[in-house]
Every structure is written in C-alpha cells, then in structure tokens.
C-alpha cells in the first residue's frame, strides 16, 4: 500500500465551485500534516498545516481524521488563481524531531475554468 | 532575502558525465534536503542534511552524493549520470529542531536531462 494516496485528477471545476480533495496514509504514527501547492513548472510551496481540530485559512479549510488516517482539502469560491497541483504531505515524526521524513503523496490537479 | 536558489535551472548531460548541483539558502536553517520529482510519481527524497558537515541518505541515495561543507550551501553530485537520473531536482531548507510542523522551503528546481 503507497504511503500516501491521492486522487490524481484532474479537476475541473468551474469558477466559483467548491472543490474537495482527499488523501489517506498508511502510517498510522504520522505526527504532522500539510497540504502544499505546486503550480505548473514550479516549485512546492507550503499552502496549510493540518492541525487535529481541523483548521481554516479563508476560503480553504482542511480537515484530519486520525481514525481513519484521512486529510481533506475544502476548497470553497473557487478562483482561477486556485489551478495548481494540490500536495497531501504527512510526517512521521514525533513532535521535535524535525520534518526529514516528510512524504508526499503524487498530487491532484486542479483547473479551474472560466 | 534570496530564499532558496538552486544552480543550474537547466542541464543536458550524456550519459557517464558528472556534475554538481548547488543550493544555496539565505535564512540560516538548519536542514537542508534535496528531492527528485518524476512524471506520476511524489517527490523522493534523496539525501538530507541536519548540519553543517552532516549528511543522510534518503529514500533514493543510489547514483548521487551530497556535501554540506557550509550551513547555507547543500551540493549534490552525479558522479556518472544515467538516462534514470533524467528529472527535476528540487533542494529545500527548514529551520530544523524544535517542531515537527515546519515548513520547507523549496528552491525553484533544477531539470536535468541525460542522453
């Protein structure tokens, strides 16, 4: 079983839609969570941590269930701007220990359209 | 601040060639890491570094070595490049210690052909 799944996409969704994204993880240990954002020949770049209690920054939400070792990504008002590939990425690592084994999983992409 | 900056963007090798891929980070962390993203695959992690003059292997070590002989720079070196070692290259830098909700900073990759 891959460490990290995601749906690979892609989306396509209209501007204005709300989107959302999944991912599961087989670590069972896995300490921290993050959703990165990798736009079209670019780098990753960190967009949210996922904290236990579920978190919000504006018009994305993100969501853990350690139960059933599942990330979610709300993505609500979609713009134009949103279209990249979404990262799921899950540490191991206990707290304290550095992020060195963070795992990413392969991505899903997102195009929002006009 | 430059952030993270990678040297080359853009290398075509021949088979059997070496060369060095630098990375250079400007914000004083601690750990450093170099990633190679394929075609349908995540990025895999190749070696790290925890400290000045500190290496690890990664998940896919094979065909590479590192050097981080100063905190701010990360070398990784293809000593006889082979056609499976045509990707992207990523090198990133983390402050390091203290949390295990860090975030990695990513320089804009290298992309590396081999025929």
């Known amino acids: 079983r891959k460490e990290v799944e995601q749906d690979p996409g892609p989306f396509n969704v209209p501007e204005g839609a709300t989107v959302a994204f999944n991912c599961t993880y087989s670590n069972s240990a896995s300490q921290s969570f993050f959703w990165y954002r990798q736009d079209c020949r670019k780098e990753p770049k960190l967009l949210m941590s996922?904290?236990?209690s579920g978190n919000e920054d504006g018009r994305f939400t993100a969501q853990l269930n350690r139960a059933s070792q599942y990330i979610s990504l709300l993505i609500r008002d979609s713009k134009l701007s949103d279209s990249a590939t979404y990262l799921c990425?899950?540490?191991?690592?206990?707290?304290?220990?550095?992020?060195?084994?963070?795992?990413f999983g392969k991505g899903t992409k997102l195009s929002v359209i006009p | 601040n430059a952030g993270v900056t990678q040297t080359p963007k853009f290398r075509v090798l021949k088979t059997g060639q070496s060369m060095t891929l630098l990375c250079a980070q400007d914000m004083n962390h601690e750990y450093m890491y170099w990633y190679r993203q394929d075609p349908g695959m995540g990025l895999r992690l190749i070696h790290y570094s925890v400290g000045e003059g500190t290496t690890a292997k990664g998940e896919v070590p094979d065909g590479y070595n590192v050097s981080r002989l100063k905190k701010q720079n990360f070398l990784l070196g293809l000593e006889s490049a082979a056609p499976s070692q045509t990707s992207v290259y990523f090198c990133?830098?983390?402050?390091?210690?203290?949390?295990?909700?860090?975030?990695?900073?990513f320089g804009p990759g290298t992309r590396l052909t081999v025929l």
């Open positions: 990425v899950v540490n191991p690592a206990y707290s304290g220990a550095g992020s060195y084994q963070l795992t």
């Open positions: 996922v904290y236990s």
């Open positions: 990133a830098s983390e402050e390091g210690f203290s949390s295990s909700y860090n975030e990695q900073f």
